[in-house]
């Protein structure tokens, strides 16, 4: 079965940078869309970036253009998300997800597009 790994979540002081990685096993991770949601309590999972795998074609929610970065390790069939200049409001579990190719090229924020998701881990941001 499909599995996804998330670490790298704290709680940093606004201003801080943290990165977050999502290791994918048991996936076919070269050809697929990797995307990073989060969600506060009482809202709905938002899409923050994406990566298609086969290529590197970057995708990102308009709230963290400029500040968070996503990229790949292939050989480790890992993602990242850099997250730098964090807000008090960018505090949110975040969430890795795993889909086909459609997922980032028709749009890369639609939750049902994502077969797989990780567990989460949380990120605090204070001010």
């Known amino acids: 079965q499909v599995e996804l790994v998330e670490s790298g979540g704290g709680s940093v002081q606004a201003g801080g940078s943290l990165r977050l990685s999502c290791a994918a096993s048991?996936?076919?991770?070269?050809?697929?869309?990797m995307g990073w949601f989060r969600q506060a309590p009482g809202e709905e999972r938002e899409g923050v970036a994406a990566i298609y795998t086969n290529g590197g074609t970057t995708y990102y929610g308009d709230s963290v253009k400029g500040r968070f970065t996503i990229s790949q390790d292939n050989a480790k069939n890992t993602v990242y998300l850099q997250m730098s200049s964090l807000k008090p409001e960018d505090t949110d579990m975040y969430y890795c997800a795993a889909g086909r190719p459609t997922a980032c090229m028709y749009d890369f924020r639609r939750l049902t597009e994502y077969a797989y998701w990780g567990q989460g881990t949380h990120v605090t941001v204070s001010s």
């Open positions: 048991r996936y076919t991770y070269s050809s697929s869309c």
